[in-house]
C-alpha cells in the first residue's frame, strides 16, 4: 500500500528545511546577542521613565486622599502602556493605597523599582512598579525583520517550493472545504464534499460530507417543527392582543358604561364596583368593595342569603326589577341583568350583575300612560267624532266610537281609507277648503260643511281640526260635532216663535170656543205633534180630566173623558212639567188613550194664587213614533197660556173664566234637561 505524505509532516518538512536552518546558520547567533542586551537597557529605561511619571502624578491623590484619583491615573497607565506588569501606591500612614497587577504581561525579562513620593519636601509615600519587555521585543523583532529583509533572497527558493507544495497539499483542498463550509452555513445541502487523498483533509471532508447528510435531514425536520412553532407562535400572539384588546375594551367599557357593572364572589361580597354603580347608589368604590350586597337591600331585615339574592338579584340569574336603597336613603328602582361567572376550575362561583336606574323612566312611563288613559278617555268617551288622519292622503288612522256612530261605518270599514273613499264629503270642494286653511293656519275653528252617512243621511257638521307632526310625517285631529238636531230645534223654535205670533195676532177677533180649538191647532203646529189638547179636572169628579179643546193628526177632535191614575197627567198634577220622550206604552199600560203613542209632554195649571196646590188641569201634547222629534217642554209654556185669559178676558166669556182663567202656567223646579230651554 502506497504511503501517503501526512499534511503535519509536510508543514515540518517545509519550516526546517524552508526557514530555520538558513536563518540559523547566517545570523542566528549574532541576533540572540544583540537583542538580550537591547532588551535589558531598554526594559530599565523604561522603567525609571514610568516610576518618575507616576511618583509625580500621585502626589496630588496621595495628600488629597483621593483614592478614585489616583485609581483613574492607575488605570490610565496600565492601559495605554502595555510593558507594565505592576504598579503599588503606599500611603506612609494608611499603607497600601491603590494597586493593580497584571501577571499575563511577566513574560521573558523583567525589572522593577520602588521610588519615594514626595510633597512640598515632605515624603508622603512610595510607588513600586515593575515592567516587562513584551513590547520592547516585539520592537526588536520588528527591527530585525527589517535586517532579515537582505536575507530574502536567499529564501526565496525556499518560499515558492512551500508555496506549490502548500498549494497542492493544504492550500486548494482547503479552499475546496471553505466553499463547501460556506455552502453548509448557507444551508446549501444538496452539494456534497468530494476528495481525492484520504489524508488530514480528505478524512476532514469524508466527515463534512457525513455531516451535511445529517445536517440536511435535522434542517428538514427543524424547519417543519420552526414551521408549526412559527404558526403556533402568530396564534398564540394573535389569541395574545385580542385577550388584551377585549381586556382593554372591557375595562374601557366597565369604566365608562352609564349602566352600573357589579361583581360578586361566592359569599356575594362586592368584588367590582365602576364609576356608573357609585353615581347610581352613591357608594364610593373603596366603600362598596368587600361588602355584602345587603347594603343596597331596601329592606333592611333581609339580611340572609336568600332574601338579599333574591331582593337585588332576582336569585342570581336573568332579569328582574326591584327596589334599591342609595347611600342618602332615597329608594330608587333599578333593572337588573345577572349572569354567573365560571372560574379556571369550571366552577360557577362568581356573579356579574348590571344594573340601570330607571326610576325616572319608571315615573315617565306612569306619566305616560296616565296621560295616553286620559287621552284614550277623552278619544273615545267625547260626545263628538274624533278621528286622526295622515295628512298626505287624508287615510284615517284611529277614530271614537262616536265616529262610528254617527257616520255609520265600523272601524274595519273605515280604517285605512281617506273619506273620499268612503263618500263621506256631500260637497267634497269643502275637504278642499279645510285643508288649505290648515296648511295656512295650522289650526282650524268651527268650520261648517256637510257630511253623507254610510245609509245616505245629510248631516250639518262643524269641524275643528289641528294639524301634528310624529317625525317627518304630519297628521290630522278632527273634532266633528253634528249640529244637525241643533239646527231642527233652532228651526223649531223659530216655527214656535211664529206660532205664537200668530196665535197673538190672529185670535183678537175670536170668541168662544173658536179660540180654545185654535190654540190646541196652534199648539199642535208649533211644537210640531200629532195629538194636542186642554183638559181641567171635573168638579164632580177630581180624579178625572175632560178636555176643553183637542186637535189630531192635523184635525179637531172630540172631547172626551180619562182617569188620572196610572196616566202621564198624573205626574203633571203634581206641579211639574212633565216628559217622556219614549216608552210611553209600556211606562203607562193602564191608560188606554195612549194607544199607538210613544211620546209625552204636559204642562201643570194652577188656579191664580194657589200653587201650593195641586194643579187644576193640564195642557198635553204628544207624538206618535219614536224618535219623530223632541217636544220641547218649554214651548208649553212660552205658547202663553197665560194668553189664554188675557184673550178670554177681552172677549168677557164668563163661562170660560169660570172654568179655565183661574188657571195659569206654573212650571215648577225639576230635573229637566237644559236643552229643552234653549
Known amino acids: 500500500m502506497k504511503q501517503t505524505l501526512t499534511l503535519r509532516r509536510a508543514i515540518v518538512l517545509v519550516v526546517v528545511f524552508g526557514l530555520l536552518v538558513p536563518a540559523l546558520l547566517i545570523s542566528g547567533y549574532a541576533w540572540f546577542e544583540v537583542y538580550d542586551r537591547d532588551v535589558k537597557i531598554r526594559t530599565q529605561e523604561l522603567l525609571q521613565q514610568n516610576a518618575d511619571v507616576l511618583a509625580n502624578g500621585m502626589q496630588e491623590p496621595l495628600w488629597n486622599i483621593n483614592t478614585e484619583s489616583g485609581r483613574a491615573l492607575l488605570d490610565a497607565m496600565m492601559m495605554r502602556n502595555e510593558d507594565i506588569i505592576r504598579i503599588e501606591v503606599r500611603d506612609t500612614a494608611l499603607g497600601v493605597f491603590v494597586q493593580d497587577e497584571r501577571p499575563e504581561r511577566r513574560i521573558g525579562y523583567t525589572a522593577a523599582t520602588e521610588k519615594p513620593v514626595t510633597y512640598r519636601g515632605s515624603t508622603i509615600g512610595s510607588v513600586k512598579i515593575e515592567v516587562g519587555s513584551t513590547r520592547l521585543r516585539r520592537i526588536m523583532i520588528d527591527g530585525l525583520k527589517q535586517q532579515m529583509a537582505a536575507l530574502a533572497a536567499q529564501i526565496v527558493l525556499s518560499i515558492v517550493l512551500i508555496l506549490i507544495l502548500l498549494e497542492k497539499r493544504l492550500v486548494g483542498p482547503l479552499q475546496r472545504l471553505g466553499k463547501g463550509a460556506e455552502r453548509l452555513a448557507g444551508r446549501e445541502l444538496d452539494v456534497p464534499f468530494t476528495w481525492s487523498r484520504l489524508d488530514e483533509i480528505g478524512l476532514l471532508s469524508r466527515r463534512l460530507e457525513a455531516t451535511r447528510i445529517s445536517l440536511r435531514s435535522l434542517f428538514e425536520e427543524l424547519d417543519q417543527k420552526n414551521h408549526e412553532l412559527e404558526l403556533d407562535i402568530d396564534k398564540r400572539k394573535r ?21 352600573a357593572i357589579i361583581e360578586w364572589d361566592s359569599g356575594h361580597h362586592v368584588i367590582e364596583w365602576n364609576a356608573a354603580a357609585e353615581h347610581i347608589f352613591g357608594y364610593t368604590r373603596e366603600q362598596a ?23 337585588i338579584t332576582g336569585e342570581g340569574a336573568g332579569r328582574n326589577i326591584g327596589e334599591n336603597r342609595r347611600a342618602d336613603g332615597n329608594v330608587i ?40 288613559a286620559k287621552f284614550a278617555g277623552a278619544f273615545q268617551c267625547n260626545p263628538d267624532s274624533v278621528s286622526i288622519t295622515r295628512l298626505s ?61 254610510k245609509n245616505g243621511d245629510l248631516r250639518n257638521c262643524i269641524t275643528n281640526a289641528t294639524i301634528f307632526a310624529v317625525g317627518p310625517e304630519l297628521y290630522m285631529l278632527a273634532v266633528i260635532r253634528d249640529v244637525t238636531d241643533q239646527r231642527i230645534l233652532e228651526e223649531q223654535k223659530a216655527e214656535a216663535d211664529r206660532a205664537l205670533l200668530r196665535l197673538a195676532q190672529g185670535t183678537q177677533e175670536i170668541a168662544g170656543e173658536s179660540f180654545f180649538d ?46 188620572i191614575p196610572g196616566a202621564p197627567c198624573e205626574f203633571t198634577l203634581e206641579g211639574d212639567i212633565c216628559i217622556f220622550s219614549s216608552g210611553l206604552r209600556e211606562k203607562f199600560p193602564l191608560d188606554p188613550t195612549l194607544s199607538g203613542w210613544d211620546s209625552y209632554a204636559g204642562a201643570p195649571l194652577r188656579r191664580r194664587g194657589q200653587y201650593n196646590r195641586r194643579a187644576g188641569g193640564d195642557a198635553y201634547a204628544s207624538a206618535r213614533q219614536p224618535g219623530s222629534g223632541e217636544i220641547p217642554a218649554a214651548g208649553i209654556q212660552r205658547t202663553g197660556i197665560g194668553r189664554i185669559g188675557t184673550q178670554t178676558r177681552r172677549r168677557g166669556l164668563a163661562q170660560q173664566r169660570a172654568a179655565f182663567l183661574d188657571y195659569l202656567p206654573v212650571v215648577a223646579g225639576g230635573n229637566v234637561p237644559d236643552s229643552i230651554f234653549q
Not at 395574545?240 to 377585549?246: G, K, P, S
Not at 342569603?305 to 331582593?311: K, R, S, T
Not at 183637542?550 to 184635525?555: I, K, R, T, V
Open 239 to 259: 389569541i395574545e392582543q385580542e385577550l388584551h384588546e377585549r381586556e382593554a375594551r372591557f375595562r374601557a367599557l366597565v369604566e365608562q358604561s352609564p349602566i
Open 518 to 563: 185654535l190654540l190646541v191647532a196652534d199648539l199642535a203646529s208649533a211644537l210640531r205633534t200629532d195629538r194636542a189638547f186642554i183638559g181641567l179636572r171635573l168638579p164632580y169628579a177630581p180624579d178625572h180630566i175632560k178636555t176643553i179643546a183637542a186637535h189630531m193628526h192635523g184635525h179637531l177632535a172630540e172631547n172626551f173623558e180619562y182617569a
Open 393 to 453: 292622503d287624508g287615510v284615517f288612522l284611529d277614530a271614537n266610537q262616536t265616529f262610528e256612530k254617527t257616520t255609520g261605518y265600523t272601524r274595519s270599514e273605515w280604517l285605512d281609507k281617506n273619506s273620499v273613499e268612503l263618500d263621506l264629503l256631500q260637497y267634497p270642494e269643502e275637504n278642499d277648503v279645510l285643508i288649505g286653511q290648515l296648511n295656512m293656519y295650522k289650526m282650524v275653528r268651527d268650520f261648517p260643511w256637510t257630511m253623507r252617512t
Open 289 to 311: 368593595i368587600g361588602k355584602h350586597g345587603s347594603f343596597i337591600n331596601t329592606d333592611v331585615a333581609s339580611d340572609t342569603h336568600e332574601n338579599v339574592i333574591l331582593a
Open 333 to 372: 328602582i333599578c333593572q337588573w341583568s345577572n349572569t354567573h361567572i365560571d372560574d379556571e376550575s369550571g366552577h360557577t362561583g362568581r356573579l356579574l350583575s348590571m344594573a340601570e336606574d330607571i326610576t325616572e323612566k319608571r315615573h315617565a312611563e306612569d306619566a305616560q300612560r296616565l296621560s295616553e
